[in-house]
C-alpha cells in the first residue's frame, strides 16, 4: 500500500499514512478538526548508468538539429539483421549459381 503525507491547513500538523489506492482522502486533521490537504513529494525513481539523459550519447559535434526527412516519405534503409554480414538487397539476381 502507498504511503500519503499530509498536512493540516490550519495547525500544521503533519503526518503520513498508509491507504489504499481505493480509499478516499483525508479530508479532517485528527489533531485540531481541519482542513487537510496532501502532500506530494518527488517520485523515488533513480536512474543509474548512461543513456538516460540527453547529454550522455552527444559530443560537441552533435548539437546540430537532424537532417530533415526526404520527401518521397521512404525510411532509411537498416542494415539486414541476418548473419551472413550482407543485405538481402546485395544477393546476385538471376537465382542459381554455376
Not at 25 to 41: A, D, H, I, Q
Amino acid at each position: 500500500m502507498p504511503t500519503y503525507a499530509y498536512a493540516c491547513k490550519d495547525c500544521s500538523h503533519s503526518f503520513d499514512i498508509q491507504q489504499s489506492f481505493s480509499e478516499d482522502s483525508l479530508t479532517v486533521c485528527p489533531e485540531c478538526g481541519g482542513r487537510l490537504r496532501k502532500k506530494f513529494n518527488s517520485v523515488g525513481v533513480v536512474f543509474k548508468g548512461s543513456g538516460f539523459y540527453r547529454t550522455d550519447s552527444r559530443d560537441a559535434a552533435s548539437t546540430v538539429p537532424a537532417a530533415p526527412a526526404k520527401a518521397d516519405g521512404a525510411a532509411p534503409s537498416a542494415p539486414a539483421a541476418s548473419g551472413s554480414g550482407t543485405p538481402a538487397a546485395a544477393a546476385p539476381a538471376g537465382g542459381s549459381q554455376s
